[in-house]
């Protein structure tokens, strides 16, 4: 995840890079992601779980969960973000939540909105969840074809401003396509109008249902044009004093694409800009990043669901993580990352750090070749030109630009 605010505001008051943090102590553990639910009320496009409105048998217990969290704790794990599926569908989410709380974790709640209702706002709001996300991916129709539910973005809309006003922390994450790209503007003027904390710019990933959908993902000049947008009204709201705070995940390339940008705006910030960016440090799958499902299968990220490394029943977390018996553990905590073809070429490696696994290897079975979403020209990465060049774009990545964007 980029923290394009965090970065951006770098710029705009500039000051000395602070060095690396020195190690002192065990390890920090990875911020977990864990799908405590694989049901849901909705069966979104792009749902990376597969999930259904159904029950799936094997799920943890609360006893587990309250077990498993106490191994988490005692390895370092501070972090965690309550998913699913619709995390509000388990009865015990409030026990679940208000023990994590007590324990010191943060904790994040991640959710599709449509469930947040007068009834049950204020037993969220109670637990102390430090943030609720909720997905949108445009607006009106456009979200509701997505999610595939007619009404479902009011319903979605209605739950954030409920928890916004009952003194939550709510963001909105989005996950862009071709074919919601268009409702992007208007989602930004949506956060900017309800005074929406946080905005989550999700580039797709090919897992789950991603995977099927990846015809659809955004070409590359419409990323560029899309980054260039986020990066606009960031700015524009820092320099007018606005706090919003704008992430993009899920596309490491993002870091490289913000030096340039810095490149042309504040010239002179460059060099510091450069040096927090590789402090940052790009991909973490496997490393900062850790996902458990409903079923407490242990997955270097949330989108390698096909990837299993153990299983909390029959292996403490503490245990699973930090073995490199599997060959894509092994390299994901290699520094640099054994990446090759392009990424190997890349004078940005760095920064990125090989960008999102997943996606290179779905496409092409290895873990480690080149990610096909890198939207940057060989220029712009120091590649030579007709050298380690990445295949020919696929159906998804030819065609038209987005507006104002040559291809």
Request: aromatic share 8%; net charge neutral.
């Amino acid at each position: 995840m980029l923290r394009l605010s965090h970065y951006l505001h770098t710029l705009l008051h500039p000051a000395p890079v602070a060095p690396p943090r020195a190690p002192s102590g065990p390890p920090a553990g990875p911020v977990v992601i864990w799908n405590l639910i694989r049901r849901c009320n909705l069966t979104c496009q792009h749902c990376y779980s597969i999930s259904a409105d159904k029950d799936f048998p094997g799920e943890l217990s609360t006893a587990e969960i309250f077990a498993v969290m106490d191994d988490l704790y005692a390895c370092g794990v501070r972090v965690l973000i309550l998913s699913g599926g619709e995390p509000l569908l388990r009865p015990d989410i409030y026990d679940i939540g208000r023990r994590a709380k007590a324990m010191g974790f943060y904790v994040g709640l991640s959710s599709n909105g449509t469930l947040i209702d007068a009834a049950n706002v204020g037993r969220i709001a109670e637990v102390g969840f430090d943030y609720v996300g909720v997905s949108l991916d445009g607006i009106g129709a456009t979200h509701d074809k997505f999610r595939r539910l007619d009404g479902g973005f009011a319903l979605a809309l209605g739950g954030i401003r409920l928890a916004r006003d009952a003194g939550m922390k709510v963001g909105v994450r989005y996950t862009m396509t071709e074919d919601n790209a268009h409702d992007l503007p208007a989602l930004l003027q949506l956060v900017a109008d309800e005074g929406i904390a946080k905005f989550y710019f999700s580039h797709l990933n090919y897992a789950g249902r991603g995977n099927k959908h990846r015809d659809s993902d955004a070409r590359h000049a419409r990323t560029r044009w899309a980054m260039e947008l986020l990066l606009d009204t960031c700015h524009a709201e820092l320099q007018a004093g606005i706090s919003r705070d704008y992430v993009t995940g899920n596309n490491d390339a993002d870091g490289v694409y913000l030096l340039q940008w810095a490149a042309r705006h504040y010239p002179a910030q460059v060099d510091a800009l450069r040096q927090r960016l590789q402090q940052w440090g790009g991909n973490a799958s496997g490393v900062n990043v850790a996902n458990i499902d409903n079923l407490g299968n242990v997955h270097p990220d949330t989108m390698w669901w096909q990837v299993t490394l153990g299983n909390v029943r029959e292996r403490p977390f503490s245990a699973i993580w930090p073995d490199t018996s599997h060959p894509l553990m092994a390299g994901l905590k290699q520094r640099p990352r054994p990446v090759h073809g392009r990424c190997a070429a890349c004078s940005q490696l760095a920064i990125c750090n090989g960008n999102t696994r997943v996606r290179a290897w779905q496409l092409t079975g290895d873990y480690w070749a080149a990610d096909p979403a890198c939207y940057l020209s060989d220029a712009e990465i120091g590649v030579t030109a007709g050298a380690h060049r990445l295949p020919p774009l696929t159906p998804w990545q030819r065609g038209s630009a987005a507006p104002g964007v040559q291809p």
